[in-house]
């Protein structure tokens, strides 16, 4: 009996001194550390079109066939060749857990001259991933001051170039009974185009 007492004694032993937390003196089997993880909150915003970035486009309407007494038909000077893209990480609204959203604007720098206007389409994103805002579904036009083309944008990317996100088309229009306040000229432009918070 003295025997099997020493035996399982010895067991016991065995067992005890094998399992990890035998000693209390000695450092555990496991170690840790913490790490910080920064998401950005992000909104930025490029035009893209043949040339890269930042084309500069031209607007002329057609006049080789026209004939006398006809009007010029100024809806023929159209340019469809610029892309919208962006990138977006929405931060959320206080503490409500929800995200905030974004939009975007566009607005000329200066006055168009009388009796011109600068339409803009802008079609739904054709690629990209995540909640791609909205555009809107009418010709809008542009003036100095905003026009809010996209709606509803959370956390997402419209990827980058040419073909990709949303396709800008401009052209121009004679505002109704203002064909006599057209003079022949040549001017410039600038159209921007602002990603904010809602």
Same mark, same amino acid.
């Not at 003196?25 to 490029?46: F, K, R, V, W």
């Not at 007494?69 to 159209?78: H, L, P, S, W, Y």
């Not at 720098?109 to 995540?130: F, H, K, R, T, V």
């Given at each position: %009996?003295?025997? &099997?007492?020493? +035996?399982?004694?010895?067991?016991?032993?065995?067992?005890?001194?094998?399992?990890?937390?035998?000693?209390?003196?000695?450092?555990?089997?496991?170690?840790?550390?913490?790490?910080?993880?920064?998401?950005?909150?992000?909104?930025? +915003?490029?035009?893209? *079109?043949? @040339?890269?970035?930042?084309?500069?486009?031209?607007?002329?309407?057609?006049?080789?066939? /026209?004939?006398?007494?006809?009007?010029?038909?100024?809806?023929?000077?159209?340019?469809?060749?610029?892309?919208?893209?962006?990138?977006?990480?929405?931060?959320?609204?206080?503490?409500?857990?929800? %995200?905030?959203?974004?939009?975007?604007?566009?607005?000329?720098?200066?006055?168009?001259?009388?009796?011109?206007? &600068? %339409?803009? $389409?802008?079609?739904?994103?054709?690629?990209? @991933?995540?909640?791609? *805002?909205?555009?809107?579904?009418?010709?809008?036009? &542009?003036?100095?001051?905003?026009?809010?083309? +996209?709606?509803? +944008? *959370? @956390?997402?990317?419209? $990827?980058?170039?040419? *073909?990709?996100?949303?396709?800008?088309?401009?052209? /121009?229009?004679?505002?109704?009974?203002?064909?006599?306040?057209?003079?022949?000229?040549?001017?410039?432009?600038?159209?921007?185009?602002?990603?904010?918070?809602?």
């Amino acid at each position: %009996m003295k025997k &099997l007492a020493r +035996i399982f004694a010895s067991v016991f032993f065995i067992f005890a001194t094998a399992s990890p937390n035998a000693s209390a003196d000695e450092g555990g089997n496991t170690a840790s550390h913490n790490i910080g993880i920064t998401i950005p909150d992000l909104a930025i +915003i490029a035009v893209y *079109g043949p @040339s890269g970035e930042a084309t500069t486009i031209s607007l002329t309407p057609q006049t080789e066939n /026209l004939e006398a007494g006809e009007a010029v038909d100024f809806t023929t000077a159209k340019d469809n060749s610029l892309w919208l893209n962006y990138t977006s990480i929405a931060g959320s609204k206080g503490n409500s857990g929800n %995200m905030n959203t974004r939009r975007i604007k566009a607005e000329l720098d200066n006055n168009l001259p009388s009796g011109l206007d &600068l %339409m803009l $389409e802008i079609s739904q994103a054709s690629s990209g @991933s995540g909640d791609i *805002g909205n555009a809107t579904n009418n010709k809008v036009e &542009l003036k100095k001051g905003p026009t809010w083309i +996209i709606n509803d +944008i *959370g @956390s997402c990317y419209t $990827e980058t170039g040419e *073909g990709k996100g949303h396709q800008l088309t401009y052209s /121009l229009d004679v505002k109704d009974n203002q064909y006599k306040h057209l003079v022949a000229e040549s001017f410039s432009v600038q159209v921007t185009y602002t990603i904010t918070d809602n």
